[in-house]
């Protein structure tokens, strides 16, 4: 029973996909070899660092888990550190709906760095749900930062989700054959 769910399911799913036109106006893509590299590039999403005065958590809550890097100064070694190691591997972090956030600039007191009440420097995980995971004094490798969000439940959900709608896409495309 399961499986003809599961079935019947992937089918509903790869319909509107099956129904969609293909478009035969589109540029012949021999004309210009870097042009898919230009467009792959176009369409990656970006991982650019956000500053605090700028945003407010409440602009993400529920869209996006929310890497802070605070700081007292930009000057700050540990600030450097974890900058460039996030900067370093974006696409993991791109893959888990994390926006970067950062605060060097005690003097602004952004409403992000009154709610945190960093002390130097600071790394702080906050999930969709808007609540502060975790803190750290100390500069965090992407890997292990993204250990600590996938052991989060709604990332565990995400990712049943996720595997989930794949079983469906092949179970579909499988009916197709």
Aim: aromatic residues 6%; proline residues 7%.
């Amino acid at each position: 029973m399961k499986q003809v769910l599961v079935i019947v399911f992937a089918a509903f799913l790869a319909l509107p996909a099956l129904s969609q036109e293909v478009d035969t106006t589109a540029p012949d893509a021999s004309a210009d070899p870097g042009a898919d590299a230009q467009e792959a590039e176009a369409a990656a999403p970006v991982f650019e660092p956000l500053n605090a005065a700028d945003v407010s958590l409440a602009d993400f809550q529920w869209l996006k888990r929310i890497v802070v890097v605070l700081a007292d100064t930009p000057a700050d070694p540990r600030f450097r550190e974890q900058m460039d190691l996030l900067q370093a591997r974006p696409e993991e972090l791109i893959a888990r709906d994390v926006v970067l956030i950062f605060d060097d600039d005690p003097a602004a007191q952004s409403e992000i760095r009154r709610k945190l009440r960093p002390r130097g420097f600071m790394l702080v995980l906050i999930g969709k749900d808007g609540g502060i995971k975790l803190r750290k004094p100390f500069p965090w490798d992407v890997r292990e930062i993204t250990r600590a969000i996938d052991k989060w439940p709604l990332r565990q959900q995400e990712i049943r989700d996720e595997k989930a709608r794949a079983a469906a896409a092949e179970a579909a495309l499988e009916a197709a054959r």
